[in-house]
């Protein structure tokens, strides 16, 4: 692999952080293209290991999540749950030897809360440092659906 | 009589997890472990079925829930959640709105009437359609037997002009030219959406639709030529453009669509002399002084009048008024000119339910098109994603052809079973008699202004609550 190689980052984030609209996901989309999923989720606390695993195992090299400030979600404890089923996944997949920092949360502050746009960015500079993922490698990166 | 029209539907799997109006939210932090865990206890099996779809993160607890709410209940310690989904909010926009999504989704999965059980909770009126009731004093006949019982309810229409009389020789022969009329079952045809990530193969599927549904399917005329030739029958090839030569590669189309216009008569001169040639619908924008124009196509000698209003189902010009006031004070005006009955009027623009339909219809519309509904049976968000350059979410170019023609099949089934519950209740038998029959519906407006006009002007600020 040389400089093309272009990491797949799935961003899960919680509705409620600046510039996290519709409208901003899709100037994301048309910036980043397919090296940027991004997944809105009602409340970081929906999130469950399973859908960042899900995620390493089928297309990305990295997942991450990113919660509202602590002490301002809307569902009372959500990001503390998340924090905790981070840890836990990063636990998952150090076990099975995939390095922790593929998986990631990120606490906005609730002073200067960064925008979405902002931490895209950041977290695919992140991804980059990553080697390419394992678990990717003979995977298909375009599952067939199942045919009607 | 003939035999009675029925669509045979058979239900139809999604290809993409639908977006659901609520979902679960269910900790694992704090369970007790209880010996029998209320999850077990779904009567649906959904805690047991769970999976997670990759490719758009949805999981299937959220669309598999019934809404019983019994595990929300009864968890002692209270860790199950059900709360709306934010997405669900955001499909669409203030006229094909999420509920009309989800239904029209609903029924090209199943082929069935969406039902939403006892009792109605929508609103008294609202605009547009809403504020049009029907009458349906004589629902308790169609009942008996159900609307596919002994009653005949033929929801037929014909487009062209019948003649008002016809003529015939001494010896019983017909004068003249026989009339060029075309029958289809039910006053529904279908059209391109004006937008949507579809391919040839989507295409292919909705033109497969409409000859298993015996209707029409308007399509560019250059889509014809490219490998739809076998559909022609079922076609209605739209030209936009002077260029090609009249008659040209229509392929035996029944009827054509060409825009109503000084620049266009030649045109239509030539394709009225071609030998075995299509019936001729004049599209005419809905907008200010249409009405106009559709008189003066008329004098000039039109039989069909498309009238294409916005995908909104307004005026294209004005936001404040809706085709269904578009299409009555048209139909009224030709009744009152005499001419109604030498002029099909067709009208598109939103129409998103079956009873749009029949509303259509009672407002003066022959038949009318559908267009955006056909791309939303194939799970079409209304996101608009496509017309940014962006991927659509549920791939419908990639959609297998035979697979758009069954959902598309099964939505106008539907729709269909829908029409005769109307007029059987409506105790009307035959969709051609329901044209302009204002006498089945109550207009709001009017209740409103005949009942309370005598009360004087409601000053501003001063409006009932
Ligand atoms: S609300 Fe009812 S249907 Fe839904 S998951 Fe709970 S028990 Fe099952
Ligand atoms: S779902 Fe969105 S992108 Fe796909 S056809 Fe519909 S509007 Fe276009």
Known sequence: MTGEYRPTVALFYCQNIPQSSEDHRRVLE?????????FPIPCSGRLEPIHLLRALEEFAEAAYVVT????ACRYLEG???AMKRVQRTQDIISSIGLEKERVGIIIESSEAPEPLGQLAERLLERALKLAPSPVLKGAMTTKEHPSP | MPAKYVIHTKPVAHRFEPITRSGIIAW?????????????QCVYGVYDHRHLDARQMIDSIDNQCMNCLRCVQSCPKELIHKSLNPEYKAIGDAHWTPDIISRLWYQAETGKIPVSGAGYNGPFSGPGFDSMWTDMSEIVRPTRDGIHG?????????????PRHLLFTRQG??????????????PILMRLPGFGSISNETVLGWNLAARRLGTLMAVPLELINSGQVEFSRWSIPVITSHESDPGRGLQGAPMVEIPWGEEWKDYRDELTSVEASPLICDKIVLEKGAEEKVLRAVDGGASMIHLEGSMGGRFVDDHSRYIKDGIRSIHLRLVEEGVRDEITLLASGGIAMAEQVAKSVICGADAVFVDFAI????ECRMCRRCTEGLSCPVEIKDAAASWVAERVVNLLGAWHNQLLE????????????LRGESGRAMFFEELDRETFSSMGEIQEGCELE
């Open chain 2, 375 to 378: 791309l939303i049976a194939l």
């Open chain 2, 28 to 40: 694992e932090e704090g369970c007790l472990k209880c010996p029998v865990c209320v999850k077990r």
């Open chain 1, 30 to 38: 048309k910036k980043y293209g397919q090296s940027m999923r991004l």
């Open chain 2, 150 to 162: 002994r009653e005949y309810i033929s929801t037929a229409v014909d487009l062209g002009r019948t």
């Open chain 1, 68 to 71: 509202c400030p602590e002490g």
């Open chain 2, 173 to 186: 022969d017909l004068e003249g030219h026989t009339p060029n009329v075309l029958g289809i079952p039910m």
């Open chain 1, 79 to 81: 990001n503390r749950r």
């Open chain 2, 422 to 433: 109307v007029m059987g209740a409506m105790g009307i038998r035959d969709a051609r008699r």
